[in-house]
């Protein structure tokens, strides 16, 4: 029995010692991965507010990012979507202005802080708030966002959530005893979470009279028009939807069915992806919104790369609705693998080694070109778990490409194999001690 008991120990030992130095690599790069996504940037100084014509005809409506950033494509979408449309006032607000994090290194300046909008609608509450995920999500650090939900829906204003920004307004008590959806891969945490709200799996988006809640990233692309169309009517949804070139305005999407575990395409990429591109994606002036979030969240949520944002200078841009983004270094910054060039900028003079990629040189919705790219220079599988983790409907995606990532995929092979060799040798060497 002793012999037996010994036998089994030596065997559960071997294959610890083979799986260890994978398991442990994989863990430290799925943190890394993750916590890249939302990095702050370096300390810079913060530019002046620019003026910000106010209509008091007009509704307000306003994006909400945490003092620790947001979702980019959950901000930027929404503000884009309500911005085209001419008929809102539209302001993005913190608790501060100051730069916000918005996932995959691309700072935004907030056009107000809390305080700023009290001035600007005299202690009135906004028509729209839309809340995009959160990464410090009960954290005390969300405290001073929750309260201020609160305090907007006490005073009347409408909720919009993106995704797990349903999870925010649930940790602020404004979703208790209502229907209410968010993200298909987080969506049972929340159910366990906040037992309170009646969650909803397989829509789009949940209408519960002044909150709406959408589900996937995405998705809050169909929510924002929903609330477009009940505030501004049909015809000017349907006519921002078509100008941002969204075809599914009024059709019925699939949904994600909900799911407890990445795509093995993820974890691989999380995992033994050890030395990921460092792709500098490019900020210039007049950049739409919708263009700079689809290549931002395109290569974060693919988790095969890093991006950080550069601009010719050094300095800050305006994008197309006037938003204010700060880089955080020049193209000319060293260590670049590549540079992605979002939108209709052209002529780009990069450094020595790189040539400019610019993403939207076909027409269509930014999402699919974006994904369309990432296919092309990654790999088919990487790009469908992109396209599955947006909730990006594919049929305007070409995906074309190597089917898989071998690369990172036989790095743990071989670790494993090494591992064995190792334990086989360690084991002979024993065995002829012992003889």
């Given at each position: 029995m002793r012999t037996v008991l010994k036998r089994v120990t030596l065997v559960l030992a071997a294959v610890a010692a083979v799986l260890v130095v994978p398991a442990v690599g994989a863990t430290v790069s799925a943190l890394a991965a993750f916590d890249a996504l939302y990095a702050p940037g370096p300390s810079r100084p913060v530019p002046a507010a620019a003026p910000i014509p106010h209509d008091p005809a007009k509704p307000t409506a306003v994006v909400v990012v945490g003092d620790h950033g947001a979702v980019v494509s959950d901000a930027l979408a929404p503000y884009e979507i309500l911005a085209a449309t001419g008929?809102?006032?539209?302001?993005?607000?913190?608790?501060?202005?100051?730069?916000?994090?918005?996932?995959?290194?691309?700072?935004?300046?907030?056009?107000?802080s809390f305080d700023d909008l009290a001035a600007k609608l005299g202690q009135a509450a906004p028509d729209l708030v839309v809340v995009p995920a959160l990464p410090d999500l009960g954290e005390p650090s969300t405290d001073v966002v929750t309260a201020w939900l609160r305090t907007q829906a006490a005073h009347g204003a409408k909720l919009l959530s993106v995704c797990n920004g349903g999870a925010v307004l649930a940790s602020?008590?404004?979703?208790?005893?209502?229907?209410?959806?968010?993200?298909?891969?987080?969506?049972?945490?929340?159910?366990?979470?906040?037992?309170?709200?009646?969650?909803?799996?397989?829509?789009?988006?949940?209408?519960?009279?002044?909150?709406?809640?959408?589900?996937?990233?995405?998705s809050g692309i169909d929510g924002t028009l929903h609330w477009v169309e009940r505030l501004a009517g049909p015809a000017v949804a349907a006519d921002t939807a078509a100008a941002i070139g969204w075809r599914h305005y009024g059709t019925a999407v699939p949904v994600t069915p909900p799911a407890s575990m990445p795509d093995a395409a993820a974890i691989v990429n999380a995992g033994f992806r050890w030395n990921p591109d460092e792709i500098g994606v490019l900020l210039a002036n007049g950049v739409g919104e919708l263009e700079l979030a689809s290549v931002f969240d395109t290569q974060g949520q693919s988790l095969s790369s890093r991006t950080v944002a550069v601009s010719t200078d050094g300095g800050p841009i305006r994008s197309r609705h006037g938003l204010t983004f700060l880089p955080r270094a020049s193209v000319t910054a060293p260590g670049l693998d590549r540079l992605l060039v979002p939108g209709a900028t052209r002529g780009v003079t990069p450094p020595p080694g790189l040539t400019p990629e610019y993403v939207h040189d076909r027409p269509g919705f930014a999402y699919d070109t974006a994904v369309s790219g990432l296919s092309r220079r990654t790999d088919v599988a990487t790009a469908r778990w992109t396209a599955k983790v947006l909730e990006l409907p594919t049929d305007g995606v070409v995906f074309e490409g190597r089917a898989w990532p071998w690369l990172p995929t036989a790095l743990p092979v071989a670790l494993i194999l090494l591992g064995v060799a190792a334990v086989v040798v360690a084991g002979r060497i024993r065995r002829r001690r012992r003889g």
């Open positions: 008929r809102f006032n539209v302001y993005t607000v913190a608790p501060h202005r100051e730069p916000k994090p918005l996932t995959g290194g691309l700072d935004l300046v907030p056009d107000l602020a008590g404004l979703l208790d005893g209502r229907p209410a959806t968010a993200h298909w891969l987080k969506v049972e945490d929340w159910a366990t979470a906040y037992p309170a709200v009646h969650w909803v799996r397989g829509q789009r988006f949940v209408d519960d009279g002044n909150v709406v809640t959408t589900a996937g990233i995405l």
